[in-house]
């Protein structure tokens, strides 16, 4: 049974950092490539970034030079640095894991919050 579980989201100000983790079982991990997507409130899903099996990242242009994705195998977990954060960064955060194609996404985690507040 695959699980994906994000966690670690909170209320940060603004200019802070917050780290979350997605832990998750059920595949080969070191073989996966996964993803961050958010949906901030009222709007769709925004893809954030990707990390591959090499260890490869990818961000979008939103978030690049501020968010840092870096994964643990021994841990099956992925992780989200956020460093510099802004109101707009404010969005339920979700983990998933890439299928077939880099935008077919085959397992998601719940999501976890993130609010970017003073």
């Known amino acids: 049974q695959v699980q994906v579980v994000e966690s670690g989201g909170g209320l940060v100000q603004p200019g802070g950092s917050l780290r979350v983790s997605c832990a998750a079982s059920?595949?080969?991990?070191?073989?996966?490539?996964m993803t961050w997507v958010r949906q901030a409130p009222g709007k769709g899903l925004e893809w954030v970034g990707m990390i591959t099996e090499g260890r490869d990242t990818y961000y979008a242009n939103s978030v690049k030079g501020r968010f840092t994705i870096f994964r643990d195998n021994a841990k099956n977990t992925v992780f989200l640095e956020m460093d510099s954060l802004k109101p707009e960064d404010t969005a339920l955060y979700y983990c998933?894991?890439?299928?077939?194609?880099?935008?077919?996404?085959?397992?998601w985690g719940q999501g976890t919050q993130v609010t970017v507040s003073s």
């Open positions: 059920g595949f080969v991990f070191s073989r996966a490539y």
């Open positions: 998933a894991k890439v299928g077939s194609t880099w935008t077919d996404y085959d397992y």
